[in-house]
């Protein structure tokens, strides 16, 4: 091989699964960690992650934390950060409970006043943040500090409760079985058949839209990645998402709160990817000053990032609540820290910018997954946080080295 068939050979693109997965990395490394982390503590406890009741379990105690890493997304895209979520969902919860046991509201009157709590707390802080410049960080401090405070206030320092059960349904109700002639099958005396045609069109929803997506960008010679890649990814997506409704089947069914999760994230996934909108979100974060010159509304898309980020903590609030059917002065702490978590774990930069729905998603599930697993485990307190703290480092840290390549 002459001197200059060896430099081309070197300077020629690899191709390939594993050079297109290397080269991708922030967008897949987030999946692939969250499915080795399922597989260790699958085996650890043995079997006890999957089990069906445990599945309904993780997305009952993660719906909070996944519902407010969408809106958390969009304002760290857009390079804010709002450390008052964990607080507002004590405060939404606290006010519910006083609204329905205290004074007797009707739970159709509770929900939207709290929604709109929600909204006018984001408004608020917003507001400051984008047409006065002041700092999110040092807004949104207080804004933690004065709803937790207005939180012991409201409840008097008590535990407010229990809640009516419609209102309970939000968290911890199931959508009836719709196809109950699946009973029996497999063996099984009890199947709920819904769960089970909600995973399979899902699924096939995902591979149509994968393919559609794809036949696209071969027409306008856009290079996709590799048909090998794309059938495997979707092969474990897929057979993932059957395997997960097939479990929720063989229990109660789907919870309301996952259809709730289900429709934001659908919802978030196309604003953030197919609209006008998102796209601008994102330009904000990637150059404040290049989005400003060229037209965007860069004050009014910060405050809406903060309206919809009250609007979805409120709504996290009275999930919460309706989870623990009571309202306590502890409620939401420390919820902020692993919402933000998520958000970075799932690959969002931290100069903004940068950040997909998926991911923060992933991120959510992956905190779940860990908490789930360690208290199986009987792992303390204590060890749970130090091993969090350095998983949520790690993910900081190769977002760092991601960019430096």
Not at 17 to 39: E, F, N, S
Request: glycine fraction near 12%.
């Amino acid at each position: 091989m002459t001197t200059t068939d060896s430099t081309t050979a070197a300077t020629r693109p690899q191709t390939g699964i594993l050079a297109y997965l290397g080269g991708h990395l922030r967008d897949y490394g987030m999946l692939l960690a969250l499915i080795a982390i399922m597989v260790f503590f699958q085996i650890m406890t043995d079997g006890t992650l999957l089990k069906p009741v445990n599945i309904t379990n993780l997305f009952l105690q993660n719906s909070y934390i996944i519902i407010m890493a969408l809106g958390m997304l969009l304002v760290i895209v857009a390079g804010h950060i709002d450390l008052s979520v964990g607080s507002v969902v004590g405060f939404v919860g606290a006010l519910a409970a006083v609204m329905m046991v205290d004074w007797d509201w009707p739970v159709l009157v509770t929900i939207p006043a709290c929604l709109l709590v929600g909204i006018l707390i984001g408004a608020a802080q917003g507001y400051w943040v984008a047409y006065w410049k002041i700092p999110s960080f040092i807004v949104t401090l207080a804004g933690m500090l004065v709803f937790r405070g207005l939180s012991l206030w409201l409840l008097e320092g008590q535990s407010v409760g229990p809640f009516p059960k419609s209102f309970q349904s939000l968290s911890t109700g199931f959508i009836p079985d719709i196809f109950p002639f699946t009973a029996g099958l497999f063996g099984l005396e009890r199947m709920n058949g819904l769960a089970v045609v909600a995973g399979v069109v899902i699924a096939a929803v995902i591979v149509w839209m994968g393919l559609r997506s794809r036949t696209q960008n071969a027409r306008y010679g856009i290079e996709g990645e590799p048909f090998g890649f794309f059938v495997a990814r979707n092969i474990i997506v897929g057979g993932a998402i059957i395997f997960v409704a097939y479990k929720l089947s063989t229990f109660r069914g789907l919870p309301n709160v996952l259809i709730t999760m289900g429709i934001l994230i659908g919802v978030y996934a196309f604003l953030t990817e197919n609209t006008t909108l998102g796209r601008r979100i994102y330009a904000i974060g990637g150059n404040l000053k290049a989005a400003k010159l060229s037209g965007i509304k860069t004050e009014w898309l910060t405050f809406l990032t903060f309206v919809n980020m009250g609007l979805l903590a409120g709504l996290a609030g009275l999930i919460f609540a309706a989870r623990l059917n009571t309202a306590t002065p502890k409620g939401g702490v420390s919820f902020e820290l692993d919402v933000i978590a998520a958000v970075f774990i799932g690959g969002a930069s931290m100069s903004g910018g940068v950040g997909k729905i998926v991911g923060a998603v992933i991120g959510a599930f992956i905190m779940g997954v860990m908490n789930n697993g360690m208290s199986i485990l009987g792992i303390g307190i204590d060890y749970q946080q130090v091993i969090k703290g350095l998983v949520l480092l790690a993910a900081v840290i190769f977002d760092v080295y991601n960019k430096s390549k």
